[in-house]
């Protein structure tokens, strides 16, 4: 969907699919930089030859929360912007499920459903977003996720 939308146009969303990303390639460069970042070294992440010999896995797999994470780019790109918001931030999860491992490589894209759109006071909205990020060739989800955003109006 992207583009720019009206608050009231937006609320009649509610129950709608507001946009796809494109593929985004989760490779092993990124899941080091997110080790690196998080201090999170264990191997199924970092060291592919022992993750191929003593995982299940065939390799490294990326960290659940940098599959997260990458949520917020995708959201960009798909996602409508509210017409006069002076601003929208990360409200939260009210659940977050990984289902499927993201193995070093693979190409992932998010889905975007409006589950909720509440106004909260006159300049305030609150909205819950039903999110999946898939993998390419998977048929199960990476994960699935009610995502919450508030947005903020002059």
Sequence with gaps: MAGTVSREAYAKLVGQELGISSWHTIDQKQIDTF????????????????????????????????????LSGMAYEAMPTLEGSVMSINYGFDKVRFLTPVRAGKRVRARFVLAEATLRAPNELLSRTNTTLEIEGESKPALVADWLGLHFFA
């Design 35 to 70: 080790a690196e970042a998080t201090n999170d070294h264990q191997f199924i992440h970092v060291d592919p030859e022992r993750a191929r010999r003593e995982t299940p896995f065939g390799g490294t797999i990326a960290h659940g929360f940098l599959s997260l994470s990458v």
